[in-house]
C-alpha cells in the first residue's frame, strides 16, 4: 500500500458519536521542551489538536511553561521539573532524586493519557533522560502507547538506555536520516533491541517498519519545502493516529498489527498538508 485508501478507514480513524465526551476522541501528552527549545511541544501538541484529538497535555520544564502557555490557550502546561536545578546536579544521589521528582509529577498524568509523545525539544540533560527512563518503565506497566522523536531517539541511541523498548510493541519512534543512522547504523549496536517497535523512517518515502522489516510506504507528495516543525507536526499527527489506535483497540476493532496502518495514516495526513 502507498497511497491513502479509504477502505483503511475504519481501521485508524476514530468516528464521532454522541455519547463522546470531552478526552473520548483521544488525550496525549508531550514530554519535552526547555527554556531553549519551546517551538517543538507547542507545535507537536497543536498538531494533535488539529488532527483531531480532543485534548494535549505538555509535560515540560519550569522554564518552558510561561511561554508554552502564551502561545495557545487551547493547551494544558505543566511544569515537571526546573531545569537550572537539573543542570547543577552535582553527584549520583542529587541525580536519582531529582529524577526521582520529574518521574513522579509525570506518572500520575499517565493515568488519563492515550498516547504519550517523548522528545520534542527535550534537550540532552543526562538527569532529564534518567527521568525519562523511570517514565517509560511506568508506562510499559500501564500498557501505554509512546512515540519517540527527536532527543529521545538520541537518547536511545545511547547504551545506557538502548534495551528500554526491548519486547514492547506500543511504542513508535519517528527518525528521520541522521537519526536512524544513529539508531542501527553502527556494527557494535544490537538491532533486536528495537524488534517490537514501529518505525517511521522519514524520508521523500517515509517507510513503515515492524523493527527493520519494512511493512509499508507512503508515496504520498508532499512538499518540497522543508521547513523547521515539519517533524514536530509529524510527531504530533502520529500521537493523536497512535491515540486514536489505542482507543480502537479497546473496542475491539483494531489489534496491534493496524499500528503500522495507523502511523502510515500519519504521514499521508502529513505529506499532504505540505502541497
Known sequence: MTSWDPRTATKVILPLSSDHHKGSSGRVGILGGNARYTGAPYYVAMACLKAGADLAYVLTAQEAALPIKCYSPELMVEAVYVASEFDDAKNNQQIEELSDAMAQKVIPSMERLHCLVIGPGLGRCPVVFRAVAKIVEQAKQQQLHLVFDADALY???????????RGYHNAVLTPNVVEYKRLFENADKDDSAFDAVTIIQKGQQDKIMHGKASVI??????????????????????????????????????DVKDLPLACWTACCFEKQSTT
Open 155 to 165: 537518547m536511545l541511541s545511547l547504551s545506557e538506555y538502548r534495551n528500554l523498548l
Open 217 to 254: 510506504e507512503c508515496a504520498e507528495e508532499g512538499g518540497l519545502k522543508r521547513s523547521g516543525g515539519i517533524g514536530d507536526i509529524l510527531a504530533g499527527t502520529v500521537g493523536t493516529l497512535v491515540s486514536w489506535h489505542a482507543i480502537l483497540k479497546e473496542q475491539d476493532v483494531a
